[in-house]
């Protein structure tokens, strides 16, 4: 498996852990990742402001990958739902491609043939290695874990452009991608919650809000951390922790993890190689397991 690899805004800027842990994951499992300094932004910021602009700007990332030959591989997935659904409306309504063709030839000289396809790692994990793929390449059993999915709201939406993959109102893939580590994937009332990164520019206290009930939820539930796909959840659930949960308990901790670090754990990687150390949100208890998971490989 070869991808074009498309990092977007948020990832080489603030979660440089995720970006790690998914190139060694992606290395270990034989997929190779294919970068460009072409790529630009997604253009999800301007869709509630401009759609054609947003299109004008997706189109542009598909005509970088277009010429690498490649498929898109994504982390971040706000920006596999504005490439993706990109991709589905200039592949279906050739009408539109050439009128988004003619400004992109007038901007950049090029067009879009409307042939590439945008993959989430999640994704990629799931349907393309596999489960059973993924089950052969676990060294250590993290039996014991206890974590929490957070789907997020762009994992599976818009979903008519998903291809069935997964249901939106009742999702199970990452729950599943969780289990295939040994871990228990822990069944909440949240859990579709969003984070609230979509509002955090409109009104910051409305969007801080937001994350407060799952938080609390899930710490009451004993786990050891919350495991996401997402950069921007991300940073409501970590970077903005303190802040979300201030006026309810200063010290509120809950490590909050990207699911290839948690992959990475299983296959054998030290926290150390999946860049646990540039993770925000620290805790004894988490801590405590690691060191014991370090020590008990052979």
């Known amino acids: 498996m070869r991808y074009a690899l498309y990092l977007g805004c948020t990832v080489p800027i603030r979660n440089m852990n995720y970006e790690l842990s998914a190139r060694k994951v992606a290395e270990r499992l034989g997929i190779e990742l294919v970068d460009s300094d072409q790529f630009g932004c997604c253009g999800y910021p301007m869709k509630g402001v401009n759609h054609r602009t947003a299109l004008l700007m997706a189109a542009r990332n598909l005509v970088v990958a277009q010429e690498m030959g490649l498929d898109i591989f994504t982390l971040c997935t706000a920006c596999t739902g504005t490439l993706t659904e ?3 409306v200039l592949n279906e309504d050739e009408a539109l491609r050439q009128e988004v063709n003619e400004e ?7 067009r879009y043939n409307g ?14 290695v596999g489960l ?10 993290l039996n014991g874990f206890r974590f929490g999915a957070h789907y997020g709201c762009h994992y599976l939406k818009p979903s008519e ?7 939106p109102e009742a999702p199970h893939t990452l729950d599943e991608l969780i289990e295939v580590t040994g871990a228990e994937a822990v069944q909440y009332n949240t859990k579709l919650l969003c984070c609230g990164g979509g509002v955090l520019a409109v009104d910051e206290e409305v ?9 609390q939820e899930l710490a009451q539930a004993g786990i050891d951390a919350l495991v996401l796909a997402c950069p921007f959840c991300d940073i409501m659930y970590e970077y903005n922790q303190r802040r979300v949960m201030r006026n309810v308990d200063p010290r509120f901790q809950l490590p909050v993890l990207f699911y290839s670090q948690v992959l990475g754990l299983a296959m054998g990687m030290s926290a150390e190689e999946l860049g646990f ?16 998971l370090e020590a008990a490989k052979p």
């Open 86 to 88: 990109a991709s589905v």
């Open 104 to 110: 992109l030839e007038k901007a950049t000289g090029k």
């Open 115 to 128: 042939q590439v396809k945008v993959h989430h790692i999640a994704r990629v994990l799931y349907e393309d």
């Open 132 to 141: 059973a793929g993924l089950r052969d390449q676990i060294k250590v059993s």
């Open 161 to 167: 452009v998903f291809e069935g993959f997964d249901d």
């Open 207 to 215: 969007a801080l809000a937001m994350p407060q009930a799952k938080l």
């Open 277 to 292: 150390s540039l993770n925000r949100v620290k805790s004894k208890g988490l801590a405590t397991k690691l060191a014991a």
